[in-house]
């Protein structure tokens, strides 16, 4: 099992930035399939960014070019650079964690983080 914490978020005026970070228990950190979802009010959860564990990356169309998704295995974290924020991505962010392929044994939710763009 992991359990998985969210810090960073927080309010911001549109334009500005924020870096989530999402620290990981665990001793084998490095395989895992790390994910950034969002859940704005009265909407589904929806997928940001992911990221393997040979640093593949994918992410939504709404934030191409403006959101990064990085990761440091030694310190067992996963990041989310936000950059040109937009009101419309107000939402708790909530950071995701499985296993690859054949060692699927579920997926892995921390809290979330609250984040606001507003003026």
């Known amino acids: 099992q992991v359990q998985l914490v969210e810090s960073g978020g927080g309010l911001v005026q549109p334009g500005g930035s924020l870096r989530l970070s999402c620290s990981a228990s665990?001793?084998?950190?490095?395989?895992?399939?790390m994910g950034w979802y969002r859940q704005a009010p009265g909407k589904e959860r929806e997928l940001v960014a992911r990221?393997?564990?040979?640093?593949?990356?994918n992410y939504a169309d709404s934030v191409k070019g403006r959101f990064t998704i990085s990761r440091d295995n030694a310190k067992n974290t996963v990041y989310l650079q936000m950059n040109n924020l937009k009101p419309e991505d107000t939402a708790v962010y909530f950071c995701?964690?499985?296993?690859?392929?054949?060692?699927?044994?579920?997926?892995?939710w921390g809290q979330g983080t609250q984040v606001t763009v507003s003026s």
């Open positions: 990221i393997t564990g040979g640093s593949n990356t």
């Open positions: 665990g001793r084998i950190f490095s395989i895992y399939i």
């Open positions: 995701k964690a499985s296993r690859p392929g054949s060692l699927y044994d579920g997926d892995y």
